[in-house]
């Protein structure tokens, strides 16, 4: 039996369309369940940064 991994699943529709059962559905979030990517490459690595920097101090 096929799976979605969800952990990977970045909700682009792929598998829905690739699926020739027609077993696999996108559902709509809500708002605030929603994931906002960042505007700009700068802004992505400068959240990447500070998420490292977090995990880096919480092995101290």
């Not at 039996?1 to 529709?13: F, K, P, S, T, W």
């Not at 369940?33 to 101090?57: C, D, H, T, W």
């Amino acid at each position: 039996m096929a799976a979605v991994n969800l952990d990977r699943c970045i909700g682009c529709g792929l598998c829905v369309t690739a699926c020739p059962a027609e077993a696999v559905q996108l559902v709509k979030k809500a708002e605030d369940e929603q994931y906002q990517p960042p505007k700009s490459g700068a802004k992505m690595f400068m959240l990447l940064a500070v998420e490292r920097k977090k995990n880096i101090l919480s092995m101290r």
